[in-house]
């Protein structure tokens, strides 16, 4: 049976020098996603990545660490020259495996964004099924369940478009990872850090859910995921309704892993 079908309609928010517009993503605008990708989870300020590294620094390895290091210190102060060779072996013991966590949870955050950019992210338009726009036009062509919604600052003066904020809707009628008709699930969910406090991610979830419920059915229930080291995306998707449902551990070395929580919300509700 075919699916329902609706075109997109762009939301916009008046800004001083420029206006934030959520709209589809256009393939031009494939470069400013993908290193924001990159910024929002690795490198920016309050990226989880630096909050994992952050939280890391008072873990039992790293405190093991730090005590492992004050002994080998202590002994190589000794006159003893086995307890100073021991105390050199312990020290540089300590500081490999304090490095290795580091570097372990830079790992793991950057090749989920590699990860992200050689699938979904690799084709946008054909991932999540946004129409091709014709001229820089978005095409007039009906748009199934899912979507890809970008946050653009557009300059009309510069005629410049500075993407400050992504989401995309992922639905395959069961071919997902939940395996359910009846569910999409939303995933990428970036915000600049330098515009941050800007409502820009309610913007997109709101494009997003509205979107959706013109897609009632199939769609009924929306799921999404996000990490322990994310606090202030879970406190924006409870505010829009989801619910927790469940966690998984997502492991990238034997000393760290991190959970992933899964929350779910029916679209009507």
Not at 29 to 38: F, G, R, S
Not at 67 to 96: D, E, K, P, Q, Y
Not at 100 to 107: L, W
Not at 227 to 246: C, D, I, T, W
């Amino acid at each position: 049976m075919a699916q329902p079908m609706s075109r997109p309609s762009p939301v916009v928010l008046p800004r001083s020098g420029g206006d934030i517009i959520i709209r589809q993503f256009h393939p031009k605008d494939a470069d400013q996603v993908h290193a924001l990708l990159i910024e929002g989870l690795v490198y920016g300020p309050e990226s989880p990545h630096n909050t994992a590294q952050a939280r890391n620094l008072y873990s039992r390895i790293s405190c093991l660490a730090y005590f492992g290091c004050a002994l080998g210190l202590w002994c190589l102060c000794s006159r003893n020259i086995v307890l100073r060779i021991s105390g050199g072996a312990l020290t540089l013991g300590a500081a490999a495996l304090f490095i290795y966590m580091r570097r372990s949870i830079t790992k793991m955050f950057v090749d989920f964004c590699a990860n992200a950019r050689a699938t979904d992210m690799a084709d946008i338009c054909h991932s999540y099924e946004v129409p091709l726009p014709v001229d820089g036009v978005q095409a007039p062509v009906p748009q199934g369940p899912a979507g890809f919604w970008v946050a653009a600052i557009e300059s009309p003066e510069s005629k410049t478009s500075e993407v400050v904020g992504y989401l995309g809707l992922d639905y395959r009628g069961g071919a997902t990872a939940i395996s359910d008709p009846s569910t999409g699930e939303l995933r990428r969910m970036i915000v600049s850090m330098n515009h941050r406090r800007r409502k820009i991610g309610s913007l997109l979830m709101t494009a997003a859910m509205d979107h959706a419920r013109r897609h009632m059915p199939p769609l009924e229930t929306l799921d999404l995921e996000t990490s322990e080291f994310q606090p202030g995306a879970r406190k924006l998707y409870e505010k829009h309704g989801f619910s927790f449902v469940g966690k998984r551990t997502l492991r990238s070395s034997p000393l760290f892993s991190m959970a992933v929580l899964r929350f779910r919300r029916r679209i009507l509700d």
